[in-house]
């Protein structure tokens, strides 16, 4: 059983990305092609935004928001505690420090009760991610965060196509960013990312900056990144674009079905989506207390399964601070399962995960 199953997608679309490419090699424009503004211009529109900024990676996203919003030395950075590490990292490579903030423990997303408490006259930025696929509290983020003056920089790597409130996920504040990284929603074949902002200065200076900071050519204004999105990535996109509204729907369908497979065999640790959200289950995560009993019985079936994340952000070493007091983070990092989960994930397959569940929690509920 595959993780993530790129290769049933790839059928469906390689023909077209063949040709995609195709043209870029007859084209020779391998740097900033025609194919990167058709792409920005597709994103764009369906995030239900003004301005898309292709860009290398989701980290780079990250990079160039927060270089467009001056966050440097002396500056405090407002991160949930349990995430991936680029929004941290871009945080500490800026000189800036990042400030940890405790997690929901229903929706692993940035807990907005905690967040007042957590701001001071250092906070530059919030950096809520939609993590596992679905969005923060967006209306009471945003609320306290324009209440103080502060930008929010939306992380949407994993919850590209996901809505909060029917409004697009990366659409939800003053910027958006994700990640196309392979095994994303959206994937490209290699490294990509895009930003997205309804702001025209912004989105300038976001555009610039990710360009080596030029205003034309070799006129370099303010410093910047070599941050650009491949033409051939950006042709990639495009034509997995062409099927991403199915698969989204495949994605929201399945991930249903697939809590409703768990639920029937008395398992309650699946995913719960909040009612004003829908799930693009970026990540399909359950919570388990024998975390490495499942994960053996997964792995004797051939059945794949990771953790995302085994710490929380305070403890990892780079980017530590370990006067955090997040412990709803903390209980996470040691209970949440990913399973397999994509568009073409069988009906079949999914039983049989759900199988080897059940007799795991079986056998805690015995030795209970
Ligand atoms: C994948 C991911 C990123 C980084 O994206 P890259 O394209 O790999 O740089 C950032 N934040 C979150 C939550 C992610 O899942």
């Given amino acids: 059983m595959h993780f993530i ?14 040709h995609n490419i195709n043209a870029v090699l007859n084209h020779g424009q391998y740097i900033l092609g025609p194919e990167v503004a058709e792409l920005e211009g ?10 898309c900024i292709g860009v290398s990676s989701g980290t780079d996203a990250l990079l160039v928001a927060l270089m467009a919003l001056g966050v440097g030395p002396g500056d405090e950075v407002i991160i949930p505690s349990f995430t991936y590490v680029a929004p941290a990292e871009i945080t500490v490579l800026l000189g800036a420090t990042p400030v940890y903030v405790d997690i929901c423990p229903i929706s692993y997303n940035l807990n907005p009760e905690l967040l007042s408490k957590n ?10 991610t ?14 306290i965060a324009n209440d103080n003056g502060i930008p929010v920089v939306e992380d949407g790597a ?13 659409s939800l504040s003053a910027i958006g960013v994700t990640s196309f990284f392979p095994s994303k929603p959206l994937g490209a074949y290699g490294d990509a990312g895009a930003i997205f902002t309804n702001e025209d200065e912004l989105a300038l200076d976001m555009r610039r900056i990710s360009r080596h900071g030029q205003d034309g050519r070799y006129n370099h204004i303010r410093l910047g990144v070599n941050g650009r999105l491949d033409t051939i990535q950006a042709a990639v996109l495009l034509a997995k674009l062409d099927i991403f509204d199915s698969e989204v729907s495949a994605r929201v369908q399945i ?12 398992f309650e640790g699946y995913p719960k989506v909040m009612p004003c959200n ?20 997964l792995k004797e079936k051939g059945i794949p399964s990771a953790v995302h994340y085994p710490a929380p952000l305070h403890l990892q070493t780079a980017v530590e601070k370990p006067s955090t007091h997040a412990p709803e983070a903390v209980a996470a990092s040691k209970q949440v399962l990913s399973l397999p989960f994509h568009p073409y994930i069988s009906k079949e397959e999914l039983n049989a995960i759900a199988d ?3 007799e795991t929690q079986d056998a805690i509920a015995q030795f209970d």
């Fill in 5 to 18: 199953d790129l290769h049933a997608q790839q059928k469906l679309v390689r023909d077209k990305i063949e």
């Fill in 42 to 51: 597709q994103l764009a529109e369906y995030v239900g935004v003004k301005h």
């Fill in 119 to 128: 701001l001071t006259d250092k906070t530059k930025v919030i950096i809520p």
């Fill in 130 to 143: 939609s993590l596992y696929g679905q969005c923060p509290d967006f209306d009471r983020i945003n609320k």
């Fill in 158 to 170: 994993q919850s590209f196509g996901a809505t909060y409130k029917a409004s697009r996920s990366c």
């Fill in 255 to 266: 991930g249903k079905e697939f809590s409703e497979i768990l639920l029937s065999r008395g």
């Fill in 278 to 297: 829908e799930s693009v289950y970026g990540q399909y995560t359950i919570r388990v207390e024998n975390r490495g009993e499942v994960i053996s019985a």
């Fill in 356 to 358: 080897v569940i059940k």
